[in-house]
């Protein structure tokens, strides 16, 4: 084996047995009380025989044992010792030599009292000397070896922060990251601080950052939270960028437990985590009661949005998780991921189209769903404007089933997920999912009111932009910068508001359980976010420079783009929720029978694949709708 692999194991070793431990001190307590009494017979002559030195042999082990077994001191990991484990050693020395006196009064009588003392001081600081001793030297080895293979994993520093917590970060982890862990990083004046045996250092500006990085050749900052970066976006991140500095997420307990990560293999910091914002406050626990024991039904269950539903549901205690969707192999990866992270789960992936009233009418009469949420929908805003008849056969046609047969088989909530698009739409896809909001809205009026029959309540979600999901601008950012570039942004005004995917189905849920019938909630998406910056951003992060080794390209407005969304209409207003992050929204009512008088007209005309006829009567119900940069701006 070459040195090089055999210092990796060694590095490898999570820690030695704590019974090999215990029998390596028990030796050297032994050795320690043998030569003590082996110091009294040379310097005072004390007379030792065979016999009574084996009974000090016995009686040290014995009382060793106990002492050792009551402060536990062989279970502590020997490298990660700090002061505690000094104690530990100290008062289980004392201990054990206040045994051996009460067990030599008692059995033994061949020592005077003098010599009883004087043999027992020396034991009791010859232990302690000694097993500390051992314990340095084991450490002072391991970072020998730690500093031997550091040259190829690099120096790791932790970010401070504001939060004190990230003082409590356990080093062991370091050895889990095979990163040698340099100290820890903080904003101000230069102070003589130490957190164990860890320095912690200072800097005011990027020449001092770049010089620390230089002297220690740090090859990585860790970031213990999210917020961390967040506020560091500007300053930190930066700095790291310029020079060149990896950055890394420390997981969250949960991630860890759940499987999304491990130590060995950390994220870097990505763009989605500096766009991130301070999260909203949800309670899960609420929300898993409310589930727990239920028959949920997730349509569009493959996508994006359905799929991190379906993960999260998997965790509620479900009787049964239903999967409704028309894409084959999206379903067949979700169904493999489930099966595998959640095996004690009962679910059913359902291939069918929600568009096929009979198809959906078999699965609501063969599992009973008690929570339906509706995610499936067509989304993309320029293939929506050249395929304005399957908008509306998918966004309204096949909601409208999907409603009509929650109603029909007695269905407790129905939660549709909507966009920021269908606000004051200036596209297809907008006001194909305004209208499906129109529907569900009057239907749940309708019931409400007592003039349909129905217990179902109707719920509608709004959010734009969710970070990472299929066909989004960050995913194809990273293709082309994958490529080389260039990075194309359609406009270098343009704007939107993005959420994690993770987030915006935490929302769904909180509005499936704060809902009461007839709402549409929207939520508090932060601050808008320029894509050009976006874009930049994402090549500063690549360790790239804008315009120089990455180029950014201008392609003009899409048919259907606007330059900014909104969350609200014009003539709606919110109201306040529980969660402060999250509105009710106040719209225009719709009688449900006008509704349902001019929708069936519009679907006829739909699958007839009456393009323009198809948009002209959608603006006849959807008045707001404003086409822009499209073909159909001349039936506005």
């Excluded at 289980?92 to 027992?120: C, D, N, P, Q």
């Excluded at 770049?210 to 961390?228: E, G, P, W």
Aim: hydrophobic share 45%; proline share 3%; with cysteine.
């Amino acid at each position: 084996m070459k040195v090089s692999d055999l210092l990796t194991l060694v590095t490898h070793v999570k820690f030695l047995n704590r019974w090999i431990i215990l029998f390596v001190d028990l030796f050297l307590s032994i050795l320690s009380t043998s030569t003590s009494f082996v110091f009294l017979w040379y310097i005072l002559g004390t007379e030792i025989t065979n016999r009574t030195l084996i009974d000090i042999l016995f009686l040290s082990t014995s009382c060793s044992f106990l002492s050792f077994y009551l402060f536990q001191t062989y279970k502590g990991v020997i490298r990660h010792s700090a002061f505690t484990e000094t104690c530990r050693l100290a008062l289980s020395s004392l201990i054990k030599v206040l045994l051996l006196l009460l067990a030599f009064h008692l059995l033994i009588h061949t020592f005077s009292v003098r010599e009883l003392t004087l043999g027992a001081v020396i034991d009791l600081f010859l232990t302690f000397f000694i097993l500390t001793i051992s314990r340095a030297l084991l450490i002072v080895i391991y970072t020998i070896i730690v500093n031997n293979i550091s040259s190829v994993q690099g120096k790791l520093l932790i970010y401070q922060g504001k939060n004190p917590a990230s003082f409590l970060f356990d080093a062991s982890l370091c050895d889990k990251l095979m990163f040698q862990m340099e100290g820890f990083l903080r904003w101000g004046d230069r102070v003589s601080l130490r957190i164990g045996k860890h320095k912690v250092f200072s800097i005011k500006s990027q020449v001092e950052f770049n010089h620390l990085v230089n002297r220690k050749n740090i090859k990585a900052i860790l970031f213990t939270d999210y917020s961390t970066v967040k506020e560091e976006s500007e300053r930190l991140v930066r700095y790291c960028e310029k020079k060149k500095v990896r950055m890394m997420m420390l997981p969250s307990i949960d991630e860890l437990k759940k499987g999304k990560v491990n130590l060995r293999n950390l994220p870097e910091v990505r763009i989605e985590d500096l766009l991130g914002r301070e999260e909203i406050c949800i309670n899960m626990d609420e929300i898993a009661a409310s589930l727990r024991g239920r028959v949920v039904l997730v349509t569009g269950a493959a996508g994006s949005i359905g799929s991190e539903l379906c993960r999260q549901l998997c965790t509620f205690g479900l009787k049964q998780l239903i999967l409704f969707d028309s894409a084959e192999t999206p379903m067949h990866n979700i169904r493999l991921e489930l099966e595998e992270k959640y095996p004690g789960v009962e679910f059913y992936p359902i291939m069918g189209d929600i568009r096929m009233i009979d198809r959906v009418e078999s699965v609501f009469q063969r599992f009973h769903p008690q929570y339906v949420f509706h995610a499936a929908a067509y989304k993309h805003v320029p293939l929506m404007e050249e395929n304005p008849c399957e908008a509306v056969h998918t966004n309204v046609h096949g909601t409208r089933n999907v409603a009509d047969m929650s109603v029909r088989y007695d269905v407790e909530k129905f939660v549709m997920i909507s966009t920021d698009k269908a606000v004051n739409p200036t596209n297809v896809m907008g006001a194909s999912k305004r209208l499906a909001e129109i529907y569900v809205q009057s239907l749940s009026r309708a019931i409400s009111k007592g003039e349909h029959l129905g217990k179902t309540r109707f719920i509608t979600t709004r959010f734009g932009n969710v970070l990472g999901s299929t066909g989004s601008v960050i995913p194809r950012f990273r293709e082309q910068l994958a490529k080389g570039g260039p990075l194309t942004v359609t406009h270098p005004d343009i704007i939107r508001y993005f959420m994690t995917i993770p987030e915006a189905c935490r929302l769904v849920l909180e509005a499936a359980f704060m809902g009461r019938g007839n709402e549409i909630f929207v939520f508090d998406m932060g601050t808008p976010v320029k894509i050009a910056d976006l874009a930049r951003r994402m090549i500063e992060l690549a360790g790239l420079v804008p315009d120089e080794d990455i180029s950014i390209q201008y392609t003009g407005l899409r048919p259907g783009e606007k330059l900014y969304e909104e969350l609200l209409a014009t003539k709606e207003n919110t109201l306040p929720t529980d969660n402060a992050k999250i509105y009710r929204a106040q719209v225009r009512e719709y009688d449900y029978n006008d509704i349902c008088t001019v929708l069936s007209p519009l679907i006829a005309l739909a699958i007839k694949v009456d393009k323009m006829g198809t948009v002209k009567y959608m603006k006849g119900i959807v008045t707001e709708f404003k086409s822009r940069n499209s073909e159909y701006e001349v039936l506005d």
